[in-house]
């Protein structure tokens, strides 16, 4: 939100520079995370909404939403709009916010899932890998060889799907939180009228409660992360490794970027952009809306994106498995030095592969 000046309506010059600098970051990482979504989509059609799509589609999101504030502010100010000084203002600022924190709340339910998960679930075979189904088929395997016939339903299968309980509750937990945004952005839209009602209490508000569950969502990530990665310490494989090495960066990235931009929020007006005509535009200014925009949001989704960055194997036929039976059985015995290598192997991948929690 911004309140307008008296000298053009404009912001000053230093800030213009500055919204249009974290605008650019902001589009380049919302063009590179949807056009990644393609790719991976474009690669996997067969396998519907998958955790990794869900990803980039939120953090594409997001930052676009970032980036149509940014550029808005600017027009807004200078046009002089009075409504986005208010609530359309808050909308455009806060629903990104939203998405934003929705991306990495879903992270953390994946972690729990992980650090929680029964030595005996072993239904799902798609939670082995980066582009594990976010979303489970309720259909049976049966069905599965008249997939063909039914590509164009699946790329929204929103009707044969259901939803893991505790993504269940990241759904909820942002609907609520959409919800909420858009009363506050009712009641300060009453505010602008002749009552007692102060919009710019209101917002405030609303930021700080924001702030604070920005916290809570760094410590969470900062405790499961630390315990996902003595779970994988245990085991001595490369793919463990690597994997342990993403789980405490994102822990480590997500600790440093929240807490600081919570903390810009909740002891400045930096994220409202309020009352720029009344005080001058210093160094300070310009670095804590840096800290909050740049490092509190552009930062995390970069380094998600860079994490979640390996594209899935390109499947252009299916293959019917009784076809390798024949072809192995054709040849001898001994040209199989080890015939329990077949049948191992693939357990042992998968083994390694479910201890990814990305």
Request: glycine share 4%; aromatic share 12%.
């Amino acid at each position: 939100m911004i309140e307008l000046t008296e000298e053009g309506f404009c912001f000053p010059k230093l800030l213009v520079g500055v919204n249009v600098a974290l605008a650019l970051v902001d589009g380049f990482i919302a063009v590179v995370s949807l056009a990644q979504l393609h790719r991976i989509h474009s690669r996997n059609r067969h396998s519907g909404w998958t955790r990794q799509k869900v990803f980039h589609l939120m953090i594409g999101s997001s930052n676009m939403g970032y980036f149509l504030y940014f550029i808005l502010s600017l027009i807004a100010a200078c046009e002089g709009w009075q409504c986005w000084s208010h609530s359309c203002g808050f909308v455009f600022m806060a629903f990104p916010n939203v998405l934003f924190s929705a991306a990495f709340l879903l992270l953390l339910s994946f972690w729990v899932d992980l650090c929680h998960q029964s030595d005996d679930e072993d239904d799902e075979d798609e939670e082995s890998s980066a582009e594990e189904s976010l979303l489970e088929k309720t259909f049976n395997e049966r069905n599965s060889l008249n997939a063909d016939n039914h590509n164009h339903r699946r790329c929204l299968p929103f009707r044969l799907v259901h939803v893991r309980s505790r993504q269940k509750i990241v759904i909820l937990a942002t609907l609520l939180a959409i919800v909420i945004m858009f009363a506050f952005a009712v009641i300060i839209w009453i505010g602008m009228g002749k009552n007692p009602i102060d919009s710019t209490v209101v917002a405030r508000v609303y930021v700080e409660v924001f702030a604070g569950a920005m916290l809570l969502l760094a410590g969470a990530l900062a405790c499961y992360g630390i315990l996902i990665c003595l779970k994988m310490s245990k085991v001595r494989t490369e793919r463990a490794s690597s994997e342990l090495w993403k789980v405490a960066g994102l822990a480590v990235v997500c600790v440093i970027c929240f807490t600081s931009s919570a903390f810009v929020a909740l002891l400045t007006d930096i994220p409202m952009l309020y009352h720029w005509h009344d005080q001058e535009v210093n160094g300070v200014c310009i670095f804590l809306l840096i800290v909050y925009y740049f490092v509190g949001s552009s930062m995390p989704s970069a380094f998600l994106l860079w994490v979640m960055r390996e594209v899935p194997p390109l499947i252009t036929a299916y293959v019917q498995p009784e076809s390798a039976t024949l072809t192995f059985v054709s040849d001898t015995t001994a040209a199989i030095p080890n015939p329990h290598h077949w049948t191992t192997a693939p357990s042992v991948r998968n083994q390694i592969s479910r201890a990814s929690p990305i």
